[in-house]
């Protein structure tokens, strides 16, 4: 996830919202990595996907909890909606594909072990 989320920080290069718009100032100390995709997005609703996977009576639970930390992204002044929108999208696709990866290994005949 970590190294899927640094590599589109590093293609798209977008400035944080505090170097563009001064006003209001931000809730904490801002990041020196590009803005683009939220990371606390992007690993937050990749969690989500999976427990709610293992455990769907939580599906709601975790979603909520992931939105509301992609929220407060936007909320302390270090990241612009479409961060956390494409940060929440990156989490669930990656995940997804994980966990697909997975499942075809595990049904994947074994490789016979030399005698």
């Not at 170097?19 to 969690?47: N, W």
């Not at 009576?57 to 930390?69: H, K």
């Amino acid at each position: 996830m970590s190294f899927v989320n640094s590599l589109l920080k590093y293609a798209v290069q977008r400035d944080r919202p505090p170097t563009i718009v001064l006003d209001p100032e931000p809730l904490m100390e801002v990041p020196t990595t590009s803005s683009f995709p939220s990371g606390h997005t992007s690993t937050s609703f990749a969690c989500a996907y999976v427990i709610s996977r293992l455990a769907p009576r939580l599906t709601v639970y975790v979603y909520v909890l992931a939105a509301l930390i992609g929220f407060s992204r936007i909320y302390v002044g270090v990241h612009y909606p479409l961060d956390v929108l494409a940060g929440a999208v990156l989490g669930v696709v990656v995940a997804k594909a994980l966990l697909m990866l997975l499942e075809a290994l595990r049904r994947s005949p074994q490789a016979p072990t030399p005698d």
